[in-house]
């Protein structure tokens, strides 16, 4: 690792820090649910826009049609082209009803 620091005392790295974002992707054929990576000042459409043409997408699971579990892996790179879209998983938990305590 390399680094050094400027006459105002900033220092800086050659290593980039990035954020985990659990995240679900639908791609053409299937759905996975994983983390992406995006720096801490950026969107996940900034890392989309970027000139990779894969994602890397970290503890995966990818399911069929059928929402049937097909592989588990630690690692995935997809090609973004095939990425029709993705939801921060949080966003999801965030949108599903809450038990109220109503009862029939």
Not at 13 to 35: L, M, P, V
Not at 49 to 72: C, G, H, K, P, R
Not at 79 to 93: S, T, V
Request: hydrophobic share 40%.
């Amino acid at each position: 690792m390399t680094f050094h620091i400027d006459e105002k005392g900033k220092f800086f790295t050659n290593i980039i820090t990035k954020k985990s974002i659990q995240s679900k992707i639908q791609t053409i054929t299937h759905q996975i649910e994983g983390n992406i990576y995006t720096r801490h000042d950026e969107r996940i459409i900034d890392e989309l826009m970027t000139e990779n043409q894969f994602l890397a997408v970290t503890d995966a699971v990818i399911y069929d049609m059928n929402n049937e579990v097909l592989i588990e892996c630690e690692f995935l790179s997809i090609n973004k082209a095939h990425i029709i879209w993705i939801i921060p998983m949080e966003e999801i938990q965030a949108s599903q009803p809450t038990d109220l305590g109503v009862q029939d």
